[in-house]
């Protein structure tokens, strides 16, 4: 015989995630914003009352920001429920670098295959931009002009799921040239910068995926040594730490 379903004998539908609170999206935005370009040092403590204070809110929508942020893993949660904004470490650089050039070479390479020629003029602005902040301003707005510059090479590739990515590993490289390119940039070093990014231009202008690959590979590896070399050692293998007084007299 045939039955009637009840609402009891209804499956359980799983509840949706919920989505963060708009006041959260905007603290995600600026804290994200602060850690990048350093106005939050690494290693620093989260305070969720001073920021409920600063953005005139309730600490709800600030924990839900700092979640955020940690699936971004630009916050920690220590055992003891405090937050910190993690120190930056070495040991996954190599790793970083790796996936920075294969996606750096993989946005060249698809964006020749879909270049037009109408897209021409504002490539060509964006690298101006970038030219004259790497000869009058070789810190923050140079890097802005550059990264401005390499979204819009991204944006040109039209591959949704590879722009995601290599916007991600752009924003975790900020830190690093802040801190070990720009302050460690020989006059040399932002000329061949400079260059690299006309010849790529140019290759890119005339579709030679081939020429625009060997310009990206050799451009990052050369900016790789930059940050290698601020690492070196400055002053501790010259350092006498003979005492005096353990000098024998004659």
């Known amino acids: 015989m045939e039955t009637t379903s009840t609402l009891g004998d209804l499956p359980e539908i799983p509840a949706t995630r919920p989505k963060p609170q708009r006041g ?24 969720e009352v001073a920021l409920a204070r600063r953005f005139e809110i309730s ?7 700092l979640m955020l942020l940690a699936g971004d893993s630009l916050v920690v949660f220590l055992p003891n429920r405090t937050s910190i904004v993690p120190p930056l470490s070495l ?12 996606l750096s070479r993989a946005v060249v390479r698809g964006m020749i295959l879909k270049f037009h ?17 790497l000869e009058s301003e070789p810190g923050e707005p140079a890097l802005r002009a550059e990264l401005a510059l390499r979204h ?32 460690n ?11 690299s990014w006309q010849l790529l231009v140019d290759a890119i202008l005339r579709s030679d995926a081939t020429a625009a690959d060997q310009i990206v590979t050799d451009m990052l590896l050369a900016e790789n ?13 010259d350092l006498a730490l003979t005492s005096h007084n353990s000098a024998k007299e004659p």
């Open 24 to 47: 959260a999206i905007q603290v995600y935005d600026t804290l994200r914003d602060d850690i990048l370009w350093l106005r939050i040092a690494p290693g620093s403590a989260i305070d």
């Open 152 to 183: 819009h090479l991204g944006d040109l590739a039209s591959n949704t799921f590879q722009n995601r990515f290599y916007r991600q590993i752009l924003d975790m490289g900020i830190r690093s040239k802040i801190l070990h390119f720009f302050p």
């Open 117 to 133: 020629p109408k897209n021409g003029v504002e490539l060509k602005s964006r690298l101006t931009d970038l030219i004259d902040h």
């Open 225 to 237: 040594e930059v940050i290698l070399r601020s690492l070196h050692p400055k002053f501790g293998a």
């Open 91 to 102: 040991h996954n650089m190599g790793e970083y670098m790796d996936m920075y050039l294969l």
């Open 59 to 65: 600490r709800t929508p600030i924990r839900e920001a």
């Open 185 to 195: 940039s020989k006059p040399a070093d932002l000329a061949a910068m400079r260059l």
